[in-house]
């Protein structure tokens, strides 16, 4: 739900009602199974107005960014001069990246200092959708854990822009599969398939294989080592899935690190010169740096201080 809109050049400086969005969205319940099992599909969703504001964001820029098949990197960025990822109308999705809803629930999953440090639309269009490959998310280190910290947290936020279950190539997750830390992927080279490394899975137990069934504007949140993946879509039906990523400021976003070592498109992702973001609470790294990669986004930095800090002041 928005309050007054005053239309300025750039993003939207549309403000959320905060006490209306932040309501619990995870309960005491999921919170656990999250740090027992490394994902959650908690009950509670966006709420039917912003889900269907999200939604027909989502067909916009479909249709103003027509190479959306597949992996849509950093959906959130507009395309801007300086910028070398996002999208036409990125300004639109960096709205929900900084949504109330979902930072109470990245906040109640990994703490009150919050970095939003990525993002993607994972597009599987009807009958062609391509398969994910059993994969953990700390593939790509560029998150790292910061002093005394012996795991990085991250709430990888993925919101069903289509009504999502097991027949339309709706995530997977392996229970428990994170406990060991970073396992071996191996290469693939297979243009079926939407990345190129893969986790040999036949180790674990096919009981604890989970599949999210979501609707459109519901979501589940993973860790960064949780094995999870996603059958290929050869239903008639459309399978969008909508993704933000939040690491906590008391862990370090490394970009000594470079570029991705692994993707599922040819060029790596230039993690190192990527824009994040603080968006709850305080920084607790120095080496957390705000700066690189904000070219010509002054007005999305702007909305991201004003919200961060009404939603620190309420959330704490
Ligand atoms: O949506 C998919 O198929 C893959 C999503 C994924 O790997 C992720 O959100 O980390």
Redesign the pocket.
Same mark, same amino acid.
């Given at each position: 739900m928005l309050r007054e809109s005053v239309k300025e050049v750039g993003v939207e400086r549309r403000e959320y009602e905060i006490g209306v969005e932040t309501r619990e969205m995870v309960s005491d319940a999921e919170v656990r199974h999250f740090k027992e099992n490394g994902f959650v599909i908690p009950a509670a969703g966006l709420r039917e107005d912003d889900a269907r504001e999200m939604r027909e964001t989502i067909e916009r820029i479909l249709i103003d960014n027509p190479d959306w098949h597949g992996i849509v990197r950093m959906p959130h960025i507009p395309l801007r001069e300086g910028q070398i990822e996002g999208l036409i109308g990125g300004e639109d999705l960096f709205r929900f990246a900084i949504h109330p809803t979902i930072i109470e629930a990245a906040r109640r999953l990994i703490g009150p200092n919050l970095i939003l440090w990525g993002g993607e639309i994972?597009a599987k269009p009807p009958g062609i959708g391509k398969r =994910?490959p059993w &994969?953990q998310?700390c593939y790509n280190p560029a998150v790292k854990p910061g002093p005394g910290r012996d795991r990085a947290q991250s709430a990888?936020v993925?919101i069903a822009v289509d009504d999502v279950d097991a027949t339309n190539g709706g /995530?997977r997750f392996i229970a428990k599969s994170g406990r060991e830390g970073r396992l071996d992927h191996a290469k693939l080279q297979n243009a079926a398939d /939407?990345l190129n490394f893969e986790i040999d899975t036949s180790g674990f137990d096919p009981r604890d294989m989970v599949d999210s069934v979501l609707p459109s504007g519901h979501f589940s949140v993973h860790d960064l080592y949780v094995v &999870?993946g996603?059958n290929a879509n050869v239903s008639g039906r459309r399978r969008i899935?909508l =993704?933000f990523h939040y690491m906590a400021a008391e862990d370090i976003y490394d970009r000594s690190f470079g570029d991705s070592i692994g993707s599922g498109r040819d060029k790596p992702a230039p993690l190192a010169s990527r824009p994040i973001w603080l968006v709850l609470g305080e920084n607790q790294v120095e080496l957390n740096d705000f700066i690189t990669g904000h070219q010509n986004l002054q007005d999305l930095d702007e909305l991201a201080e004003a919200t961060r800090r009404r939603l620190t002041a309420r959330l704490g």
């Open positions: 994972f =994910t &994969h998310d990888q993925w /995530l /939407l &999870h996603a899935g =993704t």
